[in-house]
Nanobody
Framework: VQMVESGGGLVQPGGSLRLSCAGFGIIFSINNMGWYRQAPGKARELVAGITNDGTTNYRESVKGRFTISRDKAKNTLYLQLNSLKPEDTAVYYC?????????WGQGTLVTVSS
């Protein structure tokens, strides 16, 4: 199983990014999937999750700003990040939800700074 995240970058406060996660050896549409992040010096935390029936869940601090979605045909998970804040700066990862596997990808770095 391999998950490859992409789409991160440097963005100004208030800006937007769309993160992607491609899955290999795992079918996203039949699994509950989530986006996680780890800021410097902090523990990894759940950002958003989507169940196999499409139910979504978000941590309070990103509600109304982030949107999780998936493309079944492409076996790809997405996270749309809007109205970004400096405190959103972190490495973002995708994994199973709500209990992630031990198999983490390399993540994609999001830096929010002016």
């Amino acid at each position: 199983v391999q998950m490859v995240e992409s789409g991160g970058g440097l963005v100004q406060p208030g800006g937007s990014l769309r993160l992607s996660c491609a899955g290999f050896g795992i079918i996203f549409s039949i699994n509950n999937m989530g986006w996680y992040r780890q800021a410097p010096g902090k523990a990894r935390e759940l950002v958003a999750g989507i169940t196999n029936d499409g139910t979504t869940n978000y941590r309070e601090s990103v509600k109304g700003r982030f949107t999780i979605s998936r493309d079944k045909a492409k076996n790809t998970l997405y996270l749309q990040l809007n109205s970004l804040k400096p405190e959103d700066t972190a490495v973002y990862y995708c994994n199973l939800y709500p209990t992630p596997s031990e198999n983490w990808g390399q993540g994609t770095l999001v830096t929010v700074s002016s």
